[in-house]
C-alpha cells in the first residue's frame, strides 16, 4: 500500500471504521470493518488492501429512527485476523482516533501467535474489556 493510500484509509477507518475483539471458539479474534452508502469506497479498499469483502449491511428502504424507510443501502467492508492485522500495521503511523484501538489488536494478534498465550482466556478477556472501554460510545 502506497503511503498515501495507507493516510487516506487511516482517515477512513478513524471516520467510519471500528476496531473489535469478538470470541470465536477457541480464542479471541480481530476484526476491522468500514461501513458507508458508497459501494465504490469499499469496493477501493478491498482492492488496495488486497484483503477482505464487502457486502451490503443494510438493504435501501430499510426504516430510520424516524420511522420513515427512506434510507440508502449500506455495504461494509471488513476482514479479520492476520489480515486485519496487517491493514492495521500499514495504516497505524496515520491513525488518530482509532489509534489506541489498533495498538490493542495489534498486540492480541501478536499474542495469539504464541500457543501458550493462546490456550490462557484470562488476558484475553481482560483485552476484549479494554477494546470495549475504548470504543464505548456516549457519556
Given amino acids: ?7 487516506y484509509l487511516a482517515g477512513i477507518l478513524d471516520g467510519e471504521g471500528t476496531v473489535m475483539l469478538y470470541m470465536r471458539r ?3 479474534a480481530m476484526r476491522i470493518m468500514v461501513s458507508n452508502t458508497v459501494q465504490q469506497l469499499l469496493t477501493w479498499i478491498a482492492e488496495t488492501t488486497g484483503v477482505g469483502t464487502v457486502g451490503n449491511q443494510y438493504p435501501a ?8 424507510s427512506n434510507a440508502k443501502a449500506t455495504y461494509a467492508w ?7 492485522e496487517t491493514v492495521l500495521t500499514q495504516i497505524r503511523p496515520y491513525l488518530i482516533v482509532k489509534a489506541a484501538q489498533a495498538d490493542l489488536a495489534i498486540e ?3 499474542r495469539l501467535r504464541v500457543p501458550a498465550l493462546k490456550a490462557d482466556r484470562s488476558w484475553q478477556s481482560e483485552y ?3 477494546m470495549q472501554m475504548l470504543n464505548h460510545r456516549g457519556i
Avoid: P
Fill in 1 to 7: 500500500m502506497s503511503v498515501s493510500d495507507a493516510a
Fill in 26 to 28: 477457541d480464542a479471541v
Fill in 61 to 68: 428502504g430499510r426504516k430510520n429512527n424516524f420511522g420513515a
Fill in 78 to 84: 471488513g476482514c479479520n485476523s492476520e489480515a486485519a
Fill in 108 to 110: 492480541t494478534q501478536r
Fill in 128 to 130: 476484549r474489556g479494554r
